[in-house]
């Protein structure tokens, strides 16, 4: 069975003190991982897909990486709008599987 | 616009009871799932459908029914609820069922059971 571990659970950071969150992943036939952030009483909302080791997507002040066994997402410099849970899911076939998420907390 | 809708966004009820969630999306997609989020927050998938036929359906008590009337629509009746039914239900929909293309997720419908 697909597994997708997220680390570390939680993470509170200062305005500006940039850090990376981690998503270490076993699938047969990886077709894609992504990338979600989720507010509070939200729903999860795309934030990347990454389809092969080595690639790399950037959006403001986020970039996800991938390699065959992990992804990265490095948040360069957050503000407090940065705070949610990150969640990072691996596509096998048909089926999304999600890991626990990283909630991150920026103070100003 | 809201592209993933859910109804209601919270279902408080009795154990035993029936109840169903609706879920509508306009983006044009041909695939919608339903998920469930428990309490340590994993999303887990239930059912999926495509063009009206039920692609996945995982592990789930037989008492959780879906029915999707057109591709735009996919709802979840639920029989004979038990505590452990309490959770956020999400709705999502997304492009095609196979290729890696993001899906949309509703805002959630927070189920309690008492």
């Known amino acids: 069975e697909d597994q997708v571990t997220q680390s570390p659970e939680a993470l509170r950071l200062q305005e500006g003190e940039s850090s990376s969150l981690n998503c270490s992943y076993t699938?047969?036939?990886?077709?894609?991982l992504f990338w979600y952030r989720q507010d509070p009483g939200k729903g999860p909302e795309f934030l990347f897909t990454l389809y092969s080791a080595g690639e790399e997507k950037e959006k403001e002040r986020l970039k996800a990486t991938l390699t065959k066994k992990e992804s990265f997402l490095h948040i360069t410099a957050p503000k407090p709008e940065d705070s949610a849970t990150y969640l990072c899911a691996v596509q096998n076939d048909y089926k999304l599987s999600f890991g626990a998420g990283t909630t991150v907390t920026v103070r100003a | 616009d809201t592209a993933v809708s859910q109804t209601p966004k919270y279902l408080v009820t009795q154990m035993g009871n029936d109840k169903s969630i609706k879920c509508e999306q306009n983006l044009g997609h041909d695939t919608m799932y339903w998920y469930k989020q428990d309490s340590k927050k994993f999303l887990k998938i239930m059912f999926s459908?495509?063009?009206?036929?039920?692609?996945i359906n995982e592990t789930v008590p037989n008492r959780f029914s879906p029915k999707s009337p057109d591709k735009a629509h996919l709802n979840l009746h639920i029989n004979s609820l038990e505590l452990g039914d309490s959770a956020v239900y999400f709705c999502?929909?997304?492009?095609?069922?196979?290729?890696?293309?993001?899906?949309?997720f509703g805002d959630g419908t927070r189920l309690s059971i008492l």
């Open positions: 699938v047969s036939g990886l077709r894609g």
């Open positions: 459908y495509n063009n009206k036929e039920l692609i």
């Open positions: 999502a929909s997304s492009q095609g069922p196979r290729d890696p293309q993001p899906q949309h």
